[in-house]
């Protein structure tokens, strides 16, 4: 049981590109959660689904775009990347109603922007 | 609007010693929470979770927490701390999202050095 897989672990961008942070989870979720973590500000919610097809803004959505065509995969866009954008991505899935509110958490995906 | 404290950035222990993290929750209802552990370069393992019911919680790695509504706290305990415990720990209080499923909320850290 893979649990929820992140791709890549580490990236580097630069000033404009743009790339999809991917997000699959094997366990059936339905609701599905992007995440980044700055150093001293804890998790940010960027954005959320609570289901195929539903997406929803986070706290700091501004610069990123989701999609989520199937319960397994929720991927982040960033089309142009800023320096701001900076920081460690985290991905995370949970059961849903009646499942508990435990959510599980992909390893990260580090990336760089210069 | 829900918001998760952590007043210690940093602390050390010495190996065996006691452990306690602090943690202070502002919620309106009844909070659904969580400690968190993340060592370096690894991401978020659950450590434990309250969501009702005994107000003292067990998790894994020997942690537990206490639930305090009165002081609107969830401190985060290990009787004899491990040299593999040092890593950052995150505390965080559930709220349901609009159309369904639950928003974390996290404090900011405490990161646990253990010295030898």
């Known amino acids: 049981n893979a649990g929820v897989t992140q791709t890549p672990k580490f990236r580097i961008l630069k000033i404009g590109q743009s790339m999809t942070l991917q997000c699959a989870q094997d366990?059936?979720?339905?609701?599905m959660y992007w995440y980044r973590q700055d150093p001293g500000m804890g998790l940010k919610l960027i954005y959320y689904?609570?289901?195929?097809?539903?997406?929803d803004k986070g706290e700091v959505p501004n610069g990123y775009n989701v999609s989520r065509s199937t319960t397994e995969d929720f991927p982040l866009r960033l089309e142009l990347a800023a320096p701001s954008q900076t920081s460690v991505y985290f991905c995370?899935?949970?059961?849903?109603?009646?499942?508990?509110?435990?959510?599980?958490f992909g390893e990260g995906s580090w990336l760089t922007v210069v | 609007a829900q918001s998760v404290t952590q007043p210690d950035i940093h602390i050390t222990v010495s190996e065996g010693a006691s452990l306690e993290l602090r943690c202070n929750y502002s919620?309106?209802?009844?909070?659904?929470l969580f400690w968190y552990v993340q060592s370096p370069g690894q991401g978020l393992q659950l450590l434990l979770k309250?969501?009702?019911?005994?107000?003292l919680v067990q998790g894994i790695k020997g942690f537990e927490a206490e639930f305090k509504r009165s002081q609107s706290s969830f401190n985060l305990r290990k009787p004899s701390v491990h040299w593999s415990d040092a890593a950052e720990y995150f505390c965080?209080?559930?709220?349901?999202?609009?159309?369904?499923?639950?928003?974390?909320?996290f404090g900011t850290g405490t990161q646990l050095k253990v010295e030898l």
């Open positions: 689904s609570v289901g195929a097809g539903i997406t």
């Open positions: 919620y309106g209802a009844t909070p659904y």
């Open positions: 995370a899935s949970r059961p849903g109603q009646g499942s508990g509110n435990t959510i599980y």
């Open positions: 309250y969501f009702s019911g005994d107000t």
């Open positions: 965080a209080v559930a709220r349901p999202l609009t159309g369904g499923g639950n928003k974390l909320t």
């Open positions: 366990m059936n979720h339905n609701y």
